[in-house]
Each structure stands twice: as structure tokens, then as C-alpha cells.
């Protein structure tokens, strides 16, 4: 459920790479929140608004925001990840027309 993003984007707006995320929704390390806003991304597993979603539903506010956007830099060793919030992503590319 990752997109990967191969970007040329202004570095200052993002606030954190990091070396990877452990891809648990919702979780709230710092490699795992939005590089930007800071806040977790997604909606943990156990959280009780899944317990009324339809499966077949791809367009709400939670899967949304389940999916990160991902941001790579670097090679190798040296590659650093950024995730975003989809709405935050998109403020960032708005900020940074090609
Ligand atoms: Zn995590
Ligand atoms: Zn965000
Ligand atoms: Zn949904």
C-alpha cells in the first residue's frame, strides 16, 4: 500500500527523512508520521471507525489517509524515506510547480 515517488522537490519543505517506517498505520514513531504536518498517518488496525467501513470502500477519509505517500533520496545505505499525508503531499507539489 506504498506508492513509491521519484520526485525533484525543494528539500526545505519537508520537515524529516528518515531511514524507513515500519508501515503500521497510525503509527506514532518519528520515522512513521508525516514528514511535514508530523502528525501519524493512517488509521490503526484496531481503531473502531474499520469496524463499520466497507471493504470495497477506497475513497473515505480513512483510507486516505491509510495510504502514505513515500518520498525517496539517496542510494544504498545512505537512502532516506519521507511519508506524507496525501493532502500534504500535494500541498508540497502545489508549492513546487514544475
Ligand atoms: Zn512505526
Ligand atoms: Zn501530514
Ligand atoms: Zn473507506
Redesign the pocket.
Known sequence: MVKPLNLNIDDTKILRWSDG????SG?T?E??CCAVCALPIGVSEDDPRWESHDPDCYGCDLCRDSVPFILFRGEGKNMKQAAFHEACFNKILQENPK
Not at 517506517?21 to 503500521?24: L, P
Open positions: 517506517s515500519c508501515g503500521n503509527c514513531d520515522g512513521c
